[in-house]
């Protein structure tokens, strides 16, 4: 599409501010959401409903003391942070939320960017962004930090392995890499989660545990080598590195939707972002539900999880998918 | 029994049908939890009914405690000034709410009746200089703030031996 360059300027700031505002209001859904599961309020003091908790969250995060180790590699401990936020935030460029519109003259596609191999672009992101958890860990000279930063690594290389795999499967049955041509063929023929069940389960699972979210979170809980890779962090480059979590968090939901909840498709058209917002929300919930449900994972059960259990699933289901495919050709 | 496989998914449930149930929370500025009669809170000396206290300045409170934070200095009552019925009253007594544990041991101590623990226990202060009581702060009636539950329903009748007037 003949598109002017400021239009994808406009987007990609448009997108950044409501994906950091998502962000910021996420970890208020989330405290209050898991709160009334525990029978008991979420936060409701700062503000009606607590909505200004975020807010005074983020106030107090400013005005910490963001402390910097004597013996921490300077370079490297101030930018790890900033790698990983930066990382988690540029995956969501590629993603479609919605069918492209025509306004005036001008034709606004629905993605900032579209190219050929958006998938293997948003993993090769993912990739890069586990550099900043390495980095971070190491360049803080704490044997804490080094330990839970090179558990948190294996962790998201295991499991990264069964992600990629798992959407191997909805490539095959759509025939491109590209995550715009995924979503238009989900909309010829059937959502993908009905016919890649196994292939969506996978996707979530090996999904939690890439966010280190509970119960793959480990290496970030509190009671387990006090802080992991963020233990020498204070102040805002902890909120960086809270930020890069919860992003990717938001940007895989957005990706699992892509690949097998249809994307933009809703009863209307123009109103693709929606519908693909209404989706990441339900998906979100998905997500705090298993915070709040579920037990952390032992360290060993987690990488037998990932490599005995989720690997094979994932290798299963594309195989069948492959066979499926070409013999309904 | 052994847990099976899917009581991991029954458990999603649980955690689903909780987000519809009322929180337990009592929320605590709104709603203040009636205290019981008995409750140790700030201390309060009294005075008989002619206006006269009825603390002697006998220091046996000062020597009871067990965090030693009761101060006592007393004096000789005089004909013009006459502020206890007995020999002597308390010229200085100052209790440091900073050190008190609210044990009650002064209270039972006290031959007179004189001192005893009310129910405030709100004294939060923002210095600890501030936290020492004065005779006159502890003279002075405390600020009801926390609702008292049925003293005839909670409490064992009060003994004979007992004023407190």
Redesign the interface.
């Known amino acids: 599409m003949n598109e002017p360059w400021w239009i994808d300027a406009i987007k990609a700031v448009v997108i950044v501010n409501l994906l950091l505002g998502m962000f910021a209001y996420m970890t208020w859904v989330e405290r209050k959401?898991i709160?009334?599961?525990?029978?008991?309020?979420g936060p409701?003091r700062a503000g009606p409903f607590g909505l200004l908790q975020p807010i005074a969250d983020l106030v107090k995060l400013i005005r910490k003391e963001s402390f910097f180790p004597a013996t921490a590699v300077d370079i490297l401990y101030i930018t790890a942070p900033m790698v990983s936020a930066a990382t988690a935030l540029a995956a969501f460029s590629v993603i479609p939320f919605g069918a492209g519109w025509h306004v005036w003259h001008y034709d606004i596609s629905g993605e900032i960017m579209n190219v050929s191999i958006s998938l293997i672009f948003i993993f090769a992101l993912g990739s890069l962004g586990i550099y900043g958890f390495i980095v971070g860990g190491w360049a803080s000279d704490s044997k804490y930090a080094l330990l839970g930063s090179m558990r948190t690594c294996a962790q998201l290389v295991s499991y990264e392995v069964a992600l990629a795999l798992s959407v191997l499967g909805v490539v095959l049955m759509a025939g491109s890499l590209s995550l715009v041509d995924i979503v238009e063929r989900q909309q010829d023929t059937i959502w993908y989660a009905v016919p890649q069940l196994v292939g969506l389960l996978v996707f979530f699972a090996a999904g939690t545990a890439e966010t280190n979210r509970p119960p793959f979170d480990l290496p970030e809980a509190d009671t387990e080598l006090v802080a992991g890779y963020h233990t020498e962090y204070s102040g805002m480059r902890f909120g960086l590195f809270s930020m890069a979590e919860y992003v990717n968090m938001i940007t895989l939901s957005g990706l699992c939707v892509t690949l097998f909840f249809g994307g933009w498709i809703g009863p209307w058209s123009p109103l693709g972002p929606l519908w693909f917002l209404l989706k990441v929300l339900i998906l979100i919930f998905l997500f705090i539900?298993l915070r709040?449900?579920?037990p952390r994972l032992r360290y060993d059960q987690l990488m037998a999880f990932g490599w005995k259990v989720l690997l094979p699933l994932a290798t299963v289901n594309a195989l069948v998918t492959a066979a499926l495919v070409v013999a309904f050709r | 029994m052994s847990p099976r496989p899917v009581d991991s998914f029954r458990g999603f449930g649980v955690t689903l049908r909780q987000i519809f149930k009322k929180p337990i929370t009592q929320q605590y500025p709104e709603y203040k939890r009636p205290l019981y009669p008995r409750f140790r809170g700030r201390h309060r000396l009294w005075r008989h009914a002619n206006g006269m206290e009825k603390c002697v300045g006998c220091s046996l409170c000062a020597a009871a405690c067990p965090a030693d934070c009761i101060r006592v200095v007393a004096e000789e009552n005089t004909a013009e000034n006459r502020v206890s019925p007995g020999e002597r009253y308390a010229r200085i007594y100052e209790i440091n709410l900073s050190r008190c544990i609210f044990c009650g041991y002064c209270e039972l101590a006290c031959p007179f009746d004189a001192i005893t623990l009310e129910q405030e226990f709100e004294i939060s202060e923002y210095s600890r200089d501030d936290l020492i009581y004065t005779k006159d702060m502890l003279l002075a009636e405390p600020i009801k703030r926390v609702p008292v539950a049925d003293r005839d329903l909670y409490d064992t009748p009060v003994p004979a031996y007992q004023t407190r007037s």
């Open positions: 959401l709160g009334r599961m525990q029978q008991r309020y409701n539900w709040a449900t579920l």
